[in-house]
């Protein structure tokens, strides 16, 4: 099945820096997401992108499909951005249905 | 528009015992998925359902079983409970089955002593 490595498997900040949070995947995909996952276990959606980029806030993401990668930035990080970012991906190659397979995470730390 | 729910919340079991674990899809949604989160590591699919249908299957023993109900809620149950069964897991929901967004529920964390 399709791989997902995310890199680094931790970030430790200062509040205010930027920093920028990257996905790998070893096949083409139909659909890939960034998720925050907060210290409750609640997986929140940050960005649907299979490519191309967005921005919401002081998030953005941009996926290049072509090369199997995509990244996230965060910039100007708060206290409130700590928690555990997972990229998940469909592989495009697939029986019937849409499962996501996870990265192994990405824990941020961001400290005042 | 309320989002995807999950009960119960948390769960305490003993091995060898059956749980049952409730999802309800967000408003709209027709798809239900079921992932199993172990402490550290990333979400892994159990199994999806569209239609009352298992769909799409990961790597779980028969143990873990589901179903979907008319109204597009779904069930997750695992029999004969295992140590390693203690786990947080999530239920997801979309529209329709391929290349779609799917959003998840707070998660039900099970410890099996």
């Known amino acids: 099945g399709i791989q997902v490595e995310q890199s680094p498997p931790d970030l430790i900040l200062q509040e205010g820096a930027n920093s920028t949070l990257r996905c790998n995947f070893s096949?083409?995909?139909?659909?890939l997401q960034w998720f925050h996952q907060n210290p409750w276990g609640q997986l929140i959606n940050l960005f649907y992108?299979?490519?191309g980029t967005k921005q919401n806030g002081r998030l953005s993401a941009t996926t290049v499909a072509t090369e199997r990668y995509s990244l996230l930035y965060i910039s100007s990080s708060q206290t409130t951005d700590s928690g555990v970012y997972f990229c998940?991906?469909?592989?495009?190659?697939?029986?019937?249905?849409?499962?996501?397979?996870f990265g192994g995470g990405t824990r941020v730390l961001v400290k005042p | 528009d309320a989002g995807v729910t999950q009960s119960p919340t948390h769960l305490i079991k003993t091995r060898g015992q059956q749980v049952t674990l409730r999802c309800s899809p967000k408003?709209?949604?027709?798809?239900v998925s079921w992932y199993q989160q172990a402490l550290g590591q990333g979400p892994q699919f159990i199994f999806q359902?569209?239609?009352?249908?298992?769909?799409q299957r990961g790597n779980f023993p028969d143990r873990f079983s589901g179903h979907q109900f008319p109204n597009y809620s779904s069930e997750l149950n695992v029999n004969a409970l295992l140590l390693g069964d203690s786990a947080l897991y999530l239920c997801?929901?979309?529209?329709?089955?391929?290349?779609?967004?799917?959003?998840f529920g707070p998660g039900t964390r099970l410890t099996v002593l």
């Open positions: 408003s709209g949604h027709d798809t």
């Open positions: 998940a991906v469909e592989g495009m190659i697939k029986a019937a249905g849409n499962k996501l397979t």
């Open positions: 359902y569209y239609e009352e249908e298992e769909r």
């Open positions: 997801a929901s979309s529209l329709g089955l391929a290349g779609v967004e799917q959003f």
């Open positions: 992108i299979p490519s």
């Open positions: 096949d083409s995909v139909n659909n």
